[in-house]
């Protein structure tokens, strides 16, 4: 079963400084990748899905793919506090639909 | 188009009650899944369906957790009888099909178990 693994559990980040946040899984046979964003009391709203290695982008997230190192990123550029929020890397297994999720990452925009 | 609706929204139960948690997913999907999500444990998958079977049962949570879905627009997870460690928001999600598409994540219901 895969497991995934987020980093840093919380970050603050001023407006308009670059925000990373880090996954790394355990298994490489995951064929889509996927980064969520979840607003206290809203669902979990998609950003960036990337299923090759490289660089996917998405408005102001990109997401990085090395399944050789087993690590996916997302770079949000230009952050504001309105992306104040808990985001979640998640990655689907490639013989079903189930997804597995990190633990998510705290993220806090100040103005 | 209507996204994934869920109702309701907070839900507060007595220990030992029966509830049950409604949700209807995007018109068209195939794929609906019952997450429950806490602080600590993260999300974890309750159930999933395939064009209405089940197809995964959650496995630790089948002795008081039971999903349903008995046409292809609504679904209901019922719990009974509910305990205190119950209390967590319950995600219901869709899906148009496995593989590389999108599951669309409804608002949740925040359930508060005394």
């Known amino acids: 079963q895969q497991k995934v693994q987020q980093s840093p559990e919380s970050l603050t980040v001023s407006e308009g400084a670059m925000a990373s946040l880090n996954c790394t899984f355990s298994?490489?046979?995951?064929?889509?990748f996927r980064w969520y964003r979840q607003h206290s009391a809203k669902g979990l709203e998609v950003l960036v899905s990337?299923?090759?290695?490289g660089e996917k982008e998405e408005g102001r997230f990109t997401a990085h793919l090395n399944r050789a190192s087993l690590h996916v990123s997302l770079h949000i550029r230009e952050p504001q506090p309105s992306d104040s929020a808990v985001y979640l890397c998640?990655?689907?297994?490639?013989?079903?639909?189930?997804?597995?999720f990190g633990d998510g990452t705290q993220l806090v925009v100040k103005p | 188009d209507a996204g994934v609706t869920q109702t309701p929204r907070h839900e507060v139960a007595e220990k030992g009650q029966t509830i049950i948690l409604k949700c209807e997913p995007v018109?068209?999907?195939?794929?609906l899944f019952w997450y429950r999500q806490t602080k600590i444990q993260g999300l974890e998958l309750l159930s999933y369906?395939?064009?209405?079977?089940?197809?995964?049962d959650g496995g630790a949570f089948k002795d008081r957790f039971k999903a349903e879905m008995l046409n292809s627009s609504f679904s209901t997870l019922k719990i009974q009888p509910t305990e205190p460690k119950d209390s967590a928001v319950y995600l219901c999600?869709?899906?148009?099909?496995?593989?590389?598409?999108?599951?669309?994540f409804g608002p949740g219901t925040r359930l508060t178990v005394l």
């Open positions: 369906f395939r064009s209405k079977s089940l197809m995964e």
């Open positions: 298994d490489g046979t995951s064929d889509n």
């Open positions: 990337i299923f090759s290695d």
């Open positions: 999600a869709s899906s148009l099909d496995w593989g590389a598409y999108e599951q669309y």
């Open positions: 998640a990655m689907t297994g490639n013989n079903n639909n189930r997804i597995f």
């Open positions: 018109s068209g999907h195939n794929d």
